[in-house]
């Protein structure tokens, strides 16, 4: 085992040009942890709040620098602790985590206890399974809060998103039917291509006409993934029986004329949401749509474009020695 590893690291927090590539120490495994050789990790939209410091304090713990961003990966177990018999090295595996306080995965190596780790399913790449943990498990667990039947009318707000277009796929799954409100036209495209059996443009669509013909009786819950003026106007169309899904941390938050309505939820990345996860995906198609691969010299470019227009996710090639 090596005892130093390149990673992309902050030594302050700041804008996009904070992030360097530096050599530090392998992170230390413990008895129940899994250590993993990184290939790929997954890049969000959270990735840029918590490099310019707006996570400091929100994990009950002092931040401390080097300071290495990443939620989410995939790559091949290096390691494992005394207690875990589920996972050997050479496993390919999939992992949701947070950075603080062991570090993230822009890292050749990230230390995950074996509670959030899971093997990747055979058919999917390492840049689909590097961005798939995080996003996937929130629109499961969207989709729990949701709780509708078979043949209930759902809306997806922000359904070409990171966690809108696996939504979209899980919904399907499920047997809704989907209304997705995407962005641009290539946000239509993905969602229609994933299945929706509607899909409107919520940048140039009237979106409440579009609900209006889809559901007449009202939609049977929803699912936002993006807050503001236009999520607020077509969430009224939710029948008072309907439930509204809103992960913490969706932004802008809900106004105070809708809170009441809302069911606030986090991301369960226990072992049995990812087992779950993994045998829904085993038996379907569903697949992370990855937009754009970057490579570690082009972080810089990649966090500038986490501000920009995507549809889907967008990767991170991890450094190599």
Known sequence: MPTTMKALILDRFGDETELHEHSVPVPTVGDSDVLIRIHVAGLGSWDREEREGHYEGAFGVPSTFPYILGWEGSGTVEAVGAEVTRFAPGDRVYAASTPVPRGGFYAEYAVVDQEHVAPVPARLTDEQAGVLAWDALTATSGLDTIDASPGDAVMIFGASGGIGHLAVQLAKHRGLRVLAVASGQDGVALASRLGADAVVDGRSDDVPAAIARFAPDGLDGALVTAGGTAAEEALSAVAPTGRIAWAHGVNPPPSAQLVDRVSFYDGDRSRAALQRLNEV???????????????????????????????????LRVPRP
Do not use: M
């Open 281 to 315: 995906i085993e038996s379907s198609h569903i697949s992370p749509h990855v937009s754009r691969v970057f490579d570690a010299d082009e972080i810089a470019t990649a966090h500038r474009a986490l501000g920009e227009h995507y549809v889907g996710k967008l990767a």
